[in-house]
């Protein structure tokens, strides 16, 4: 089947579509979802819309890294193993008093862990090397002046940029906006995803399967793909192969959605729901030079939410939401990071892949030798090799040999 996008994708075989261009296609679809104030709770795995500049210096203040005593570090420079040096100890300084008097010449102030450094002070010796006395402490080591001192602003200065706009927000990033005083964080809306799975073959897990019949993992797969990308998904299971209950179901989710996925019901058949509902309603469907996922489809269901529609084999849907839908799903809920990590890996065995398609096999990379092995055949209905793999090899389009060894690209999964 040509389509009139599938002119030239310099892959010698015109009827197809060019991966690009279908990538390209899928990405034009998604608008940029709207910035809202979110309480930092709910801000897990979303894109910051804003630079997050510290209104405050961290540390704060200038405080102790240990439990122990708070000294002038001259006070010590003679102290040994054996000939401790003796110091009054005048205060006590937990984390949180703020009231501490200056030290004076000769003196400690027992100190706890991120307690505010007296006046004075200029190191710590910690408790391990004193006879941690109360009244009186016997120092058995010297201290370097500031050893022991976290100074103010020396991990973050007050003023400077701690998150950039488009970061994506992961522990780390919600530990440090908590920590410059950030109670809520401008983050983009994750896109509102419609995932719909067709097949009248289809049964839900944990019912008896009937002869005939499958266990529907489509829909599942891809809303967890949807979520583990950053989208919001529901999964609209089971539609009937029956064009009018197609619409029927889609109709009351078309105001919250912006991005409807389909799986199955796409190829030559003569029940091909999916086709059947959406061709004239402004879905165009097309064939992609890409092995497996290459009936593919997209476009504006009757102008409302952006459709894209994969393949039903589950390595082909699973394939092609990694390859058109993931990236333009993490564009437009405004990550920077749009595109799985790719390295260069050496095949451990030989492969052949299909001329003028891109094929993209299921393998495990190995980081320790930099090489990749091939997992399971190329069909795209093996789905146990997929679940075993941690990344997809990209063969390109000219290339149908490959001897073990020779390098390729690795996208990688996980
Ligand atoms: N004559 C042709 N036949 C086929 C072509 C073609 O070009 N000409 N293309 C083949 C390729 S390539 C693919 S990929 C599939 C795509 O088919 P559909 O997208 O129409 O999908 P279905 O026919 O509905 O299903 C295919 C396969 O996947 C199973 N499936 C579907 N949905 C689910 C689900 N939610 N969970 C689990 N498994 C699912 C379904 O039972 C079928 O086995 O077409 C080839 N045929
Ligand atoms: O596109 Mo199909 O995915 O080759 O099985």
């Not at 019949?213 to 809303?223: P, T």
């Not at 084999?313 to 920077?336: D, K, Q, T, W, Y």
């Not at 451990?348 to 393998?363: H, V």
């Amino acid at each position: 089947m040509a389509d009139d996008r599938g002119v030239s994708n310099g892959t010698g075989t015109p009827d197809l579509t060019a991966v690009a261009d279908h990538q390209a296609a899928v990405a034009a679809l998604l608008q940029p979802t709207p910035v809202l104030v979110e309480p930092l709770a709910e801000c897990l795995g979303r894109a910051l819309a804003e630079d997050l500049v510290a209104p405050i210096s961290l540390p704060p203040f200038d405080n102790s890294a240990m439990d122990g005593y708070a000294v002038r570090s001259v006070d010590l420079v003679d102290a040994g193993p054996d000939q401790p040096v003796k110091l009054p100890v005048l205060e006590d300084v937990p984390a949180g008093r703020v009231d501490v008097p200056p030290l004076q010449p000769g003196t400690a102030h027992r100190i706890m862990t991120g307690a505010q450094m007296p006046p004075g002070a200029d190191a710590v010796i910690p408790v391990e090397r004193t006879d941690r006395g109360t009244d009186h402490v016997q120092a058995f080591s010297s201290v370097q002046p500031g050893q022991h001192v976290r100074r103010a602003g020396e991990d973050v200065a007050a003023g400077a940029t701690v998150l950039t706009a488009g970061t994506t927000l992961a522990p780390s990033q919600l530990g440090v906006a908590a920590a410059v005083g950030a109670a809520q964080l401008p983050v983009h809306r994750p896109v509102r995803v419609l995932v719909l799975s067709t097949g009248s073959e289809l049964i839900e897990p944990g019912t008896p399967l009937q002869p005939g019949q499958i266990y529907e993992s489509n829909g599942l797969m891809l809303s967890a793909a949807v979520r583990e990308a950053g989208g919001e998904a529901t999964l609209l299971r089971f539609v009937p192969d029956d064009v009018d209950a197609f619409h029927r179901a889609l109709a009351p989710h078309l105001e919250s959605t912006d991005l409807l996925i389909t799986s199955g019901g796409v190829s030559a058949g003569a029940y091909e729901v999916v086709k059947d509902a959406l061709t004239g309603n402004g879905v165009e469907f097309t064939k992609v030079a890409m092995q497996p996922g290459m009936p593919q489809g997209c476009g504006r269901y009757r102008g409302g939410p952006a459709v894209v529609t994969l393949p039903g084999n589950p390595v082909s849907s699973m394939v092609s939401f990694e390859v058109f839908v993931r990236p333009a799903l993490r564009a437009a809920a405004g990550h920077r990071t749009t595109q799985r990590p790719v390295r260069r890996a050496a095949l451990a065995e030989p492969l052949t892949a299909p001329a003028g398609k891109r094929q993209y096999r299921r393998g495990r990379f190995d980081p320790a030798t930099g090489t990749v092995s091939l997992q399971g055949a190329p069909g795209s209905h093996l789905l146990a090799g997929l679940a075993k793999a941690n990344c997809l090899l990209e063969i390109p389009e000219d290339v149908t040999e490959l001897a073990a060894g020779s390098t390729v690209d690795v996208m990688l999964l996980d």
